[in-house]
């Protein structure tokens, strides 16, 4: 088992994350399946690597956005943006779950299996109900067109993403969770607290929601350097040589 999972990172170059993936896999056969004790010391975890969230700026959003013609891809990027929503969320989410009397979206099936209640953007709704009066969607928000009462699948999600991003001519690859992250990120730059955001993520641990301190530009740029307190001594521009002739 040692050897494989050596040969994975060292051979395939495979990412921590996937060999973790591995690791728990056989440490099922043998526990579960095979009635074997296991051997964590002889087979060690990975360090996981640690990465920044990627995200999108405010005008690479609004770009999309103005891009896109298509009504309910619209609708789409747009309810990724406002609500943070995972794609399986989002996917996932019945025209019954928007409730404009609460003002809530109603996610039913988190990370976890965990429900919970995000706020609705006024803003949100207004294109929502724009979008209804158009397509009437009986059950689902986001209905596949091809599956009559199935849900729109995940590949037409990222697909939906990756068109507006080619249509205004952003080249890295955009796709449906970034719309998430550039959300976390932008309602942080805007005052909300980690807590908040934390809730509307559905983040079980705010160490993951902490993340997004590191890619929030303006509150990078809020924090005063302890060097600009410093009463220091003004000092003189150093002479420049004089040219030899």
């Given at each position: 088992?040692?050897?494989?999972?050596?040969h994975?990172?060292?051979?395939n170059?495979?990412?921590?994350s996937?060999?973790?993936v591995n690791?728990?896999?056989?440490?099922?056969?043998?526990?579960?399946?095979l009635?074997?004790?296991?051997f964590?010391?002889?087979?060690?975890?990975?360090?996981?690597?640690?990465?920044?969230?990627?995200t999108l700026?405010?005008?690479e959003?609004?770009?999309?956005?103005?891009?896109?013609?298509?009504?309910?891809?619209?609708?789409i990027?747009?309810?990724?943006?406002a609500?943070a929503?995972?794609?399986?969320?989002?996917?996932q989410?019945?025209?019954?779950d928007i409730?404009?009397?609460?003002m809530?979206?109603?996610v039913?099936?988190?990370?976890?299996?965990?429900?919970?209640?995000?706020a609705?953007?006024?803003a949100?709704?207004?294109?929502?109900?724009?979008y209804?009066?158009q397509?009437?969607?009986?059950?689902?928000?986001?209905?596949?067109?091809?599956?009559?009462?199935?849900?729109?699948?995940?590949?037409s999600?990222?697909?939906?993403?990756?068109?507006?991003?080619?249509?205004?001519?952003?080249k890295?690859?955009?796709?449906?969770?970034?719309?998430?992250?550039?959300?976390?990120?932008?309602?942080?730059?805007?005052?909300?607290d980690?807590?908040t955001?934390?809730v509307?993520?559905?983040h079980?641990?705010?160490?993951?929601?902490?993340?997004y301190?590191?890619v929030?530009?303006?509150?990078l740029?809020a924090?005063?350097?302890?060097f600009?307190a410093?009463?220091l001594k003004?000092?003189?521009k150093?002479?420049?040589?004089?040219p030899?002739?």
């Open positions: 088992m040692r050897e494989y999972l050596l994975l990172m060292h051979d170059q495979a990412m921590p996937t060999v973790l690791r728990a896999a056989l440490r099922f056969v043998y526990v579960c399946t009635k074997q004790k296991w964590d010391e002889e087979i060690p975890h990975p360090k996981r690597r640690h990465t920044l969230p990627g700026t405010a005008d959003v609004t770009r999309m956005l103005d891009g896109t013609h298509n009504l309910k891809h619209w609708t990027l747009a309810t990724f943006y609500t929503l995972r794609i399986s969320e989002l996917r989410l019945k025209v019954d409730d404009s009397k609460r809530v979206v109603h039913r099936r988190g990370k976890g299996g965990i429900p919970r209640d995000i609705l953007s006024p949100l709704l207004e294109h929502l109900r724009i209804f009066r397509f009437r969607p009986k059950d689902w928000l986001f209905p596949s067109p091809e599956k009559i009462g199935s849900m729109l699948e995940e590949r999600l990222r697909y939906v993403c990756r068109q507006a991003a080619k249509r205004v001519g952003i890295r690859r955009v796709h449906p969770h970034l719309f998430r992250h550039a959300c976390a990120t932008h309602m942080l730059d805007a005052g909300a980690l807590r955001i934390q509307m993520l559905g079980a641990d705010i160490r993951t929601t902490a993340r301190l590191h929030s530009i303006q509150r740029q924090v005063r350097s302890p600009d410093l009463q003004s000092i003189h150093p002479e420049e040589p004089k030899q002739s």
